[in-house]
């Protein structure tokens, strides 16, 4: 059954068209990869699904139900959490507060237990808490709980977004360019990990990656993307021989 | 259960604390320890820790520089006084309806305006503190410029006390919970914060009805304290004095609000006494500290409980 299905997806800034007649559908429990050279439009896919930009036309069905035209904050409520090329954390609040954030939608209480401190704020502040700190415990951050997020070394705010991201319990998780600045050591861990969220999670999971080990390793299915528009779809070893796409990255042969 | 213990008696201690400043000040007003000029200038800081404390929700901890606040305190200060002088209805009563006519003022204001950004965010509440002057100005009812005099004095000490007592406590309370941590991530990156599921829209528009009740609150204490209101006590003068003491404090530190609250009530107090360099001297008090401090006296640190602890333990 499919998750996400998009269908003539477009947006244009200006005159530049961005995504062009764009066709894209996830299964359930995928993990599939978004590949393409730089500007391709990556991204802004991912900004027109997560609903940061409205596309000019098109339709974005998620799980049965058009997405298109609604908020942001409605979108990941309904299930779909992204995680940012540059990594946007919150970052003068503690690690835990970063994750506590993205629990905020299951909040528990209202605001007259917050103010009058009621037993439901307590309550419900417990488990708001043991909620984060097991999704840092997931990512090996638990011990990094109280630090500022400014203050992580790189790699863990990479895992720090990821690990907020799922706290606001998605059913599809995209991940842009997750292992952009790591090294190859880190890149490994983080593939495993992915592997492992999926399957623990139940997860569908969409990834924007230039690291090709990472993307021929873990992706079932690969779409590339060029000047927004897919040119090419299939299986991994398909799209390493695909003849368009070697052009689309390494451009024409010279006879 | 040890550390319950510990809270519950730390809170016992805080109680304590609280009632003997209020038994001490009590005390010093009723035997005629504290002159007017002293209850005064009591009375003004008290006043200005309300408003200071209920800006610092909206520009400090939710991000949105807002320069309206005037007008909040306007709302809340002629509510009032309708409800007590014209209607005779009790103080109470009066101060409720401050509340609930400055918050319903700061909705009808936030829906619209919240979607603006930054510089244009505060151009437009700047422009609202001055349309609630202008229409103020031009209501006969309510003596236009000349504005409401001999307005009973109902403020007192316990009033005062009580007043900011309960502001401060519901907004540490607020700030300190899911919806705080949603309040305070729109400061700290509103377009992530949207997309982990956060309403941005309708938490600034929570931050700012909050802030704007208790600068409602504050108004009718005023109003009830100085006798007279007219408009031109509230143009946007008014309004940059409580963003100074906002900005001098540390954006979004409440203790850093109330310290700065006293401290610019008490600065402009003694300047009063050399008329001539009066300004002067104020401005370059700022400059100085914001030199030194640009992140304000306290940044967004707090004292608590645990900072307490911290200086108590680092001393064994």
């Not at chain 1, 605001?111 to 439901?120: C, E, K, N, V, W």
């Not at chain 2, 001490?24 to 008290?46: E, P």
């Amino acid at each position: 059954m499919s998750i996400i299905e998009i269908k003539n997806l477009a947006k244009s800034f200006g005159g530049l068209s961005a995504v062009l007649n764009f066709n894209f559908r996830l299964d359930e429990n995928e993990l599939v990869g978004l590949i393409g050279p730089n500007g391709a439009g990556k991204t802004t896919v991912f900004n027109l699904i997560t609903g940061v930009y409205k596309p000019d036309q098109g339709s974005i069905i998620f799980d049965g139900e058009e997405i298109v035209g609604r908020p942001p904050y409605n979108i990941c409520a309904r299930g779909i959490a992204r995680t940012f090329q540059n990594i946007r954390l919150f970052n003068d609040l503690s690690v835990l507060d970063n994750v506590k954030i993205a629990a905020h939608k299951d909040v528990s209480y209202g605001l007259l237990s917050t103010i009058f401190r009621a037993p439901a704020f307590f309550r419900g502040e417990k488990q708001i808490e043991q909620e984060s700190l097991k999704y840092l415990e997931i990512f090996k951050l638990a011990d990094k709980k109280d630090e500022l997020a400014r203050n992580l070394p790189y790699g863990e705010q990479r895992r720090l977004e990821i690990a907020r991201a799922l706290a606001t319990g998605p059913k599809l998780l995209i991940l842009d360019e997750p292992a952009a600045g790591m090294n190859p050591q880190e890149t490994k861990d983080l593939m495993n990990l992915i592997e492992w969220i999926r399957s623990d999670f139940n997860l569908t999971i969409l990834l924007i990656e230039h690291d090709m080990s990472l993307v021929m390793g873990v992706c079932e299915r690969i779409y590339v993307l060029d000047y927004g528009q897919i040119i090419a779809h299939g299986k991994p070893e398909e799209i390493r021989n695909n003849k368009q796409v070697i052009q689309a990255y390494l451009g024409e042969e010279v006879e | 259960m040890q550390e319950k213990k510990r809270n519950w008696l730390s809170f016992g201690g805080e109680v304590l604390i609280l009632a003997a400043i209020f038994t001490i000040v009590q005390y010093a007003i009723t035997a005629g320890l504290l002159n007017q000029y002293y209850q005064i200038n009591l009375a003004s800081m008290v006043i200005n820790i309300i408003l200071a404390v209920s800006l610092n929700l909206i520009n400090g901890f939710t991000g949105q520089l807002s320069l309206g606040h005037a007008g909040f305190m306007a709302v809340g200060a002629y509510a009032s006084v309708i409800m007590t002088n014209m209607l005779g209805y009790p103080f109470i009563a009066g101060l409720l309806m401050a509340c609930l006519a400055a918050a319903l003022a700061g909705f009808i204001i936030g829906v619209p305006t919240l979607r603006l950004k930054g510089d244009y965010l505060a151009i437009a509440t700047l422009a609202f503190g001055e349309v609630i002057r202008v229409v103020l100005q031009n209501i006969d009812a309510v003596n236009g410029p000349a504005g409401i005099v001999g307005i009973s004095r109902l403020t007192t000490w316990p009033w005062l006390f009580g007043a900011m007592l309960l502001t401060i406590l519901v907004v540490v309370n607020l700030v300190n919970s899911s919806y705080g941590r949603a309040i305070i991530s729109v400061r700290e990156d509103e377009i992530a914060s949207e997309l982990m599921g956060i309403n941005t829209t309708s938490y600034k528009v929570l931050a700012f009805v909050f802030g704007a009740m208790f600068a409602g609150l504050a108004g009718a204490l005023y109003a009830h304290y100085f006798y007279i209101i007219k408009p031109e006590t509230f143009n946007f003068l008014k309004s940059f004095d409580i963003l100074v003491m906002v900005v001098l404090g540390g954006l979004g530190s409440t203790t850093g609000a109330v310290i700065a609250a006293m401290f610019i009530t008490v600065l402009t107090a003694v300047l009063q006494s050399f008329p001539a360099i009066r300004m002067i001297l104020y401005a370059l008090t700022l400059i100085i500290v914001m030199i030194y401090r640009p992140q304000g006296l306290m940044g967004n640190r707090e004292l608590s409980r645990q900072t307490f602890g911290r200086i108590w333990g680092g001393r064994k």
